[in-house]
T-cell receptor, first 112, second 109 residues
Framework: TAGITQAPTSQILAAGRSMTLRCTQDMRHNAMYWYRQDLGLGLRLIHY???????GKGEVPDGYSVSRANTDDFPLTLASAVPSQTSVYFCASSEETTDTQYFGPGTRLTVL | GQNIDQPTEMTATEGAIVQINCTYQ??????LFWYQQHAGEAPTFLSYNVLDGLEEKGRFSSFLSRSKGYSYLLLKELQMKDSASYLCAAMDSNYQLIWGAGTKLIIKP
């Protein structure tokens, strides 16, 4: 079982460009999440989705958008990247019975 | 506001025991999670507590006191592979996780 996959593994992006970070899970979890992780800070929630067709804003949603067309995929889009969006991005999904979140391997994004 | 506090860094010796503390303040409470994160990797689930008391899982144990807003992760018989960051996260009333910044654990031979 693959669990959660993310693509790309890493990316260098020019400021002002757009980019979509991909996330796919094969565990049939309803809930999915996007976090960013910066040195010295805890994981911060960007957006989440409790089930296909619904999304919600987390702690730091500005500059990011998401969609949830189906259960498996939860892409994160940066419409116009800025250097402050340089970070490691983790996608996660959670099982309903325990709310335990399982993480993808992450995408390291550098915006120059 | 919501807040999680845990030490930034701890050092311990191989074979010893270490306790990593975490205090939390959240709007509502639906459980306390501990995750392990090796450098450059994703967080992986270690434990979940929602009731007061100690949960033991092999070399790792986790304790929760809801009245004190306090948890700890206890690691016994430390191995070099336990060198990692340990993340404490509390689930609030909206079932969202509030994360601490993590405790970097350094194991010395």
């Amino acid at each position: 079982t693959a669990g959660i996959t993310q693509a790309p593994t890493s990316q260098i992006l020019a400021a002002g460009r757009s980019m979509t970070l991909r996330c796919t899970q094969d565990m049939r979890h309803n809930a999915m999440y996007w976090y960013r992780q910066d040195l010295g800070l805890g994981l911060r929630l960007i957006h989440y989705s409790n089930t296909a067709g619904t999304t919600g804003k987390g702690e730091v949603p500005d500059g990011y958008s998401v969609s949830r067309a189906n259960t498996d995929d939860f892409p994160l889009t940066l419409a116009s990247a800025v250097p402050s969006q340089t970070s490691v991005y983790f996608c996660a999904s959670s099982e309903e019975t325990t709310d335990t979140q399982y993480f993808g391997p992450g995408t390291r994004l550098t915006v120059l | 506001g919501q807040n999680i506090d845990q030490p930034t860094e701890m050092t311990a010796t191989e074979g010893a025991i270490v306790q990593i503390n975490c205090t939390y303040q959240t709007s509502g409470f639906n459980g306390l999670f501990w995750y392990q994160q090796h450098a450059g990797e994703a967080p992986t689930f270690l434990s979940y507590n929602v009731l007061d008391g100690l949960e033991e899982k092999g070399r790792f144990s986790s304790f929760l006191s809801r009245s004190k807003g306090y948890s700890y992760l206890l690691l016994k018989e430390l191995q070099m592979k336990d060198s990692a960051s340990y993340l404490c996260a509390a689930m609030d009333s909206n079932y969202q996780l509030i994360w601490g910044a993590g405790t970097k654990l350094i194991i010395k031979p």
